[in-house]
């Protein structure tokens, strides 16, 4: 089978071609049928939510979660990718809100709920269907034809019983608190929602210094608050206990009470200001005052439960006035303090974030749109102290953008704050990538968790299976078996959605009631649904016992780092506290994706990168590379389409030119694939046995690294082995390939590109596939066994040949200083290299790299150079002044061997009673021969630039050699072709090269007929014009 031809690398076309071939052959039943044996290794997909159109961020979070599993299909494990979608939630409804043209829940009830519910389902089948195609055209293998829906009636079912299993231990609660709401949307924000990405935005509100009158005496309270709108439920004032107050004395009006530490603030640095009596906290706690606003009435008993100072800890004087009102319908902290000194609760917003009839001038008036009519009002009453703009972080709904308020509402809560040790136990079990997430941004908010906000006000979600009969009783239905039999009906049909459920009645099984139930409204948190998918993806428990037992916890799971307060909480905290169990052992976090410059992607800076677009132009395995090779995951990833191509050009067009140089060669001496891919090379060529030896250690290093779920730790050494495939081994084995042909050559870089493509396949599925089949003739490398080290690593040898190329490295850098061509022969180098013994075959490659004649080892470059010492006048001028000069001095007369000497040990050396560091000299080689030097610390190479006649005849014929080949390329010989070559020159230098090197010239030319004439112009041979070495010479070619 030949491995040719090679076209032009092309991932697109290639890409295409591979997902026909994957779909014809099915190569993934093929690969799940080789491992159906194998143990099982699990992944969850953290099921997206089919809101909208998947972006660049979206395909970062697919290829991750393919790379893991990939590896380990081909470790021999048994890998399920069953997939997943996220159906129910504020983004659905939003986006059909959008399409629909709806902006409130009475709209929505208007156009109906099962309308309005079923474009949502709609909207969702839409978006799944551009998931599916991103998902196959980015390369990543899940399993989209099971996948699981959270809005099917299994899944529903299944959270269901999850629901009850809450229920029956007590978990599940009705309670009435301020939480965090969204007035749009109608519905509480659970404390993971307000943890998601830009839910805090700063923001500008006032910030207003109001009098509050003392009911005894002639002094008012000057309290603070950024939010004039809950002035309206004021019930009291809180101070800090440990807070020191005072009484300001103001000429034109009433003293003002305030925290002594504020004054100064308030008044302005310096300002005088009479303090009349200092006060503690303890003697403020209990003084009545006047509420601003009287337009809500007080419940009975209202006197003691309002108007009112009293004290709380988290009172501070870093803002404000050390006093803050507080209104317990509308702050968790003042609804604490609220219960404790059992305050009364006034509440005048409804639903939608307005005032009711109650407020009068402000009723049916948006609450933060009432703000500057109350403080306009407050100043027209003489209440208004001071007013200024304070900039704050202020929390905004996740979805919709619009501003939260804090609102007293009934909300059904899930007990997390009990079992706030049961979820830091079971995140101690948990691998964290990066480490630092476990204890820091995950452990800190399981160490501060409160109960989670279970129930949505909403209509698209899994509804609540609570059922409230006449009489108070509550029912927790936990399978649609349990609510038909209550129904007393069949619900085999039954849509488990809003509103058809809404309409299944029970009679209250209560003992001795019988009353009609109807269920709560309420949906359930869609963050509950992804928690629970552990086990509702098998419909666990009604079937599929055995697959959910054998499929928890999972091995590995993977998103972005701001779902530590989504997706990997929930599903810690669900499956906590049911199964007592971590439901992953470990989790790879992913950072932000920004543009090429740093700044966030979206579209009004016009910086979005369309992952269609690249696909189109680029490649899936071009963008998939970059991800995993340009840095750590879980930091922020800039990426640019120029970032995506130069990262294309170093390592994947690399490896392609590679595979295209061994095709081309292999074919032409008809080598042929080996039976056994993973049989003995025996190789005896130094280079040989270097690149197989950096081969195994490149196949360790990738699969340490992999299962430490580091891909750029991988991905770094692969791309390095590339690297040295290409750019040492291949450049210093061309002429065993194409003179010698060399099997064991040949069989060497066979073994290094199928292990390589093996390598590579978790990485970029598609090339990897394109070359191991073309290597070996075999199905997919994705069903290949995963290479293992095969003992060949030498650590001596790559110690060696590291030390080689950086010698190399050297000489090419001091050729280059020198302007010495790389064709031109020198007589020898000179290499200063302490603690590193060099074998003869490894000195035989420099030579040849370096074009040198000859080596010679030195132990100095004494001789070789003179060391020239002269002051950093930059740096040192400021400090020594006129004194510079007598330095300067003393450093010419001074040893500058013995400085360098000094400061590579010391760091500092002391001239002229004066000490000098390292920045503050500068210590110049001065050469002493003929020689172009270069040097890295105590290593060196010096090349010997002195020509005679010998060698330069020789780099004239290295230079026509080059030419000519130039010449076969233009004029289209294919690279086996034999020519014959006839050569025109009066050039009495070219002549002689030509004669003294003309065997040599012949070979490397593929010319059976070199001529050297004076002229001429033989028929079917095309004639050129080159210079060389400054003499012009006629060419002509034609085939041989």
């Known amino acids: 089978m030949p491995f040719g031809p090679v076209e032009p690398l092309d991932l697109v076309a290639l890409e295409q071609r591979t997902l026909e071939r994957w779909d014809a052959r099915d190569i993934v039943g093929h690969v799940r049928q080789l491992r159906k044996d194998g143990e099982p290794w699990i992944f969850y997909e953290g099921p997206p939510t089919a809101n909208g159109r998947p972006g660049l961020h979206h395909v970062w979070s697919r290829v991750f979660k393919d790379l893991f599993p990939r590896f380990q299909t081909m470790r021999g494990h048994q890998v399920p990718r069953k997939g997943g979608w996220d159906c129910h939630g504020l983004p659905v409804e939003l986006e059909v809100e959008k399409e629909l043209g709806l902006s409130s829940k009475t709209e929505i009830e208007t156009y109906g709920i099962a309308a309005f519910n079923e474009r949502c389902r709609a909207s969702v089948s839409r978006y799944v269907e551009d998931w599916v195609s991103l998902t196959r055209r980015s390369g990543t293998w899940i399993d989209t034809e099971d996948a699981y829906w959270t809005l099917s009636r299994d899944y529903i079912e299944s959270v269901w019983w999850l629901v009850k299993q809450l229920w029956e231990r007590d978990l599940l609660y009705e309670g009435h608190r301020v939480s965090p709401y969204c007035p749009r949307c109608g519905t509480a924000l659970s404390s993971h929602e307000m943890g998601q990405p830009d839910v805090y935005r700063q923001v500008a509100d006032p910030s207003i210094y109001v009098r509050f009158p003392l009911v005894d005496g002639d002094a008012d309270l000057l309290v603070w608050t950024t939010t004039p709108w809950t002035l309206i439920s004021n ?14 004395h103001e000429p034109e009006g009433r003293d003002l009470v305030m925290a002594e530490a504020a004054a100064e603030r308030l008044f302005g640095a310096g300002a005088p200001y009479d303090v009349v009596a200092r006060l503690s906290a303890a003697e403020l706690v209990g003084c009545r005052y006047r509420r601003p606003y009287q337009l809500l009435d007080l419940p009975p008993g209202g006197a003691e439960r309002a108007e009112r100072v009293v004290a709380a800890e988290w009172v501070s004087t870093d803002d404000g006035s050390g006093l803050v009102h507080l209104a317990p319908a509308f702050g968790e902290d003042d609804a604490a303090i609220g219960r404790a000194e059992r305050l009364a609760v006034l509440n005048p917003v409804g639903p939608d974030g307005t005032f009711d009839e109650r407020v009068g001038p402000w009723a049916g008036v948006k609450v933060k749109q009432a703000d500057r009519g109350i403080i306009d009002d407050l100043a027209s009453r003489g209440l208004l102290v001071r007013e200024q703009e304070y900039v704050h972080a202020y929390p905004h709904c996740w979805r919709c953008s619009t501003p939260l308020i804090y609102w007293a509402k009934t909300s059904w809560f899930v007990r997390t704050a009990d079992h706030r040790g049961d979820l830091v136990a079971q995140n101690e079990r948990i691998a964290w990538y990066p480490e630092h997430i476990k204890h820091g941004r995950f452990g800190k908010w399981l160490e501060g968790n409160v109960d989670w906000a279970l129930s949505r006000d909403r209509y698209w979600g899994t509804p609540l299976p609570v059922w409230r009969c006449v009489r108070g009783h509550d029912t927790c239905v936990g399978s649609v078996a349990e609510l038909a039999g209550l129904a007393g009906r069949d619900l085999g049909d039954l849509d488990l959605h809003r509103p058809a459920v809404d309409d299944v009645e029970l009679a209250c099984p209560t003992e001795g009631c019988g009353a009609v139930a109807r269920r709560l409204a309420p949906v359930l948190d869609a963050w ?31 998103e972005a780092i701001d779902q530590t307060r989504g997706w990997f909480y929930s599903l810690l905290a669900v499956n906590t506290l049911v199964f007592d169990a971590t439901p992953y052992r470990n989790v790879v976090c992913l950072g932000l994706i920004v543009d090429g410059e740093g700044h966030k992607m979206s579209k009004s800076r016009g910086n979005v990168i369309d992952p269609a677009h690249v696909f189109a132009t680029t490649g899936a395995d071009a963008l998939r590379w970059y991800f995993f090779s340009a840095g750590q995951p879980w930091t922020p990833r800039r990426v640019s389409e120029d970032g995506i191509r130069e990262s294309t050009r170093q390592t994947l067009l690399t490896l392609w030119n590679v595979f295209s140089f061994f095709a081309t060669y292999a074919d032409l001496d008809g080598f042929t694939a080996p039976a056994d891919l993973s049989g003995p090379v025996s190789p005896t060529h130094v280079l040989d046995r270097w690149v197989l030896a950096e081969l195994d250690a490149t196949v360790a290093e990738v699969t340490d690294a992999l299962e430490a779920f580091d891909a750029l730790r991988a991905a770094t050494r692969l791309a390095g082995f590339v690297d040295d495939l290409s750019n040492w081994y291949v450049r210093r084995s061309r002429p065993r390939f194409w003179r010698a042909s060399d099997p064991v050559a040949h069989a060497t870089l066979h073994r290094c590109l199928v292990v390589t493509a093996e390598l590579l396949a978790p990485f970029c599925p598609f090339l990897a596939d394109e070359l191991w089949t073309r290597l070996t003739g075999g199905t997919s490398v994705h069903g ?56 003869d075959d490894v000195r035989g490659e420099i030579a040849e790299e370096l074009n040198v004649k000859g080596l010679e080892e030195i132990e100095a470059l004494s001789g070789l150079v003179r060391w020239q010492v002269v002051p950093n006048f930059r740096a040192l001028g400021p400090r020594l002044g006129a004194q510079v000069n007598q330095v300067k001095a003393a450093l010419a007369a001074t040893d500058g061997a013995q400085v360098r000497d000094a400061l590579a040990r010391d760091g500092f050396v002391e001239v002229a009673g004066v000490r000098l560091s390292a920045d503050e000299v500068e210590v110049r080689a001065e050469r002493q021969l003929d020689i172009a030097l270069a040097q890295d610390g105590t290593w060196a190479v010096a090349l010997d630039l002195e020509l005679d006649r010998t060698l330069r005849l020789e780099g004239t014929a290295r230079e026509l050699v080059r030419a000519l080949n130039d010449l076969r390329r233009e004029q289209g010989f294919a690279i086996a072709d034999r020519i014959r070559v006839t050569l025109v020159t009066e050039d009495d230098h070219l002549v002689a090269a030509v004669r003294a090197h003309s065997r040599w010239i012949a070979g490397e030319v593929l010319a059976e007929d070199l001529a050297l004439t004076e002229a001429s112009h033989e028929p079917g041979t095309i004639t050129s014009t080159l210079t060389i070495d400054g003499a012009v010479l006629e060419v002509q070619l034609g085939p041989a």
């Open 784 to 839: 290949a066994d995963w290479p293992s080290p095969s003992g060949a690593a030498d650590a001596a040898l790559a110690e060696e040949m590291a030390a080689a190329r950086r010698l190399v490295g050297l000489g090419r850098a001091a050729r280059t200083d020198a302007g010495a061509k790389v064709r031109q022969p020198l007589r020898r180098a000179l290499l200063l290299h302490p603690g590193c013994t060099l074998g």
């Open 528 to 558: 509950f649904d992804s928690g629970s998918m552990p086990s509702a993806q098998f419909h666990f428990p009604f079937e599929h016992q055995s697959r959910f037992a054998s499929s928890y916890p999972a091995d590995f799971i993977c």
């Open 235 to 248: 019930v009291a004032v809180a101070v800090g206990p440990e807070i020191a107050y005072v009484r300001v």
